[in-house]
């Protein structure tokens, strides 16, 4: 397949902790021309939101890719996956454990800013700035 070529929605999970990228922002669900992608997080009371539900509906799908430009986690992605194709329908709603499932062994850049390395780099430009 060409490398452009979209395939499957799959969720992305860290990579050292396997632990999932998505924070329940809501900006893939919004992102979705077709409504695919269903999300139930509600606010805790920390006044932060807790993944309860994440679906997506293969049989509503386009594959545009909107919901993997929307996300600013790296925690969607159009992987080149083609082969998922089923007898009913109800078999194309996929939850959120076959999607982080399927995109385990998916290749990606975390191009999320750690806070570890934010901190680095804020010590640094203030040594540099401290020598001039």
């Not at 994440?54 to 049989?59: K, L, P, Q, S």
């Not at 998922?84 to 998916?106: A, C, N």
């Amino acid at each position: 397949m060409p490398e452009r070529s979209r395939g499957i929605v799959v969720l992305l999970s860290d990579k050292e902790t396997g632990e999932l990228n998505c924070t329940a922002c809501l900006l893939c669900m919004k992102a979705c021309p077709t409504a695919a992608i269903r999300i139930d997080a509600p606010r805790g009371e920390d006044k932060k939101r807790h993944l309860q539900k994440f679906e997506v509906d293969f049989g509503l799908c386009c594959f545009c890719g909107l919901c993997e430009e929307a996300c600013n986690f790296c925690a969607i992605k159009l992987a080149p996956k083609y082969e998922f194709s089923t007898l009913s329908k109800e078999e194309l709603v996929w939850d959120v454990k076959k999607l982080q499932e399927v995109g385990r062994d998916v290749d990606y850049i975390d191009t999320r800013k750690k806070k570890a390395a934010a901190g680095e780099a804020g010590a640094g430009a203030e040594g540099a700035k401290s020598d001039g």
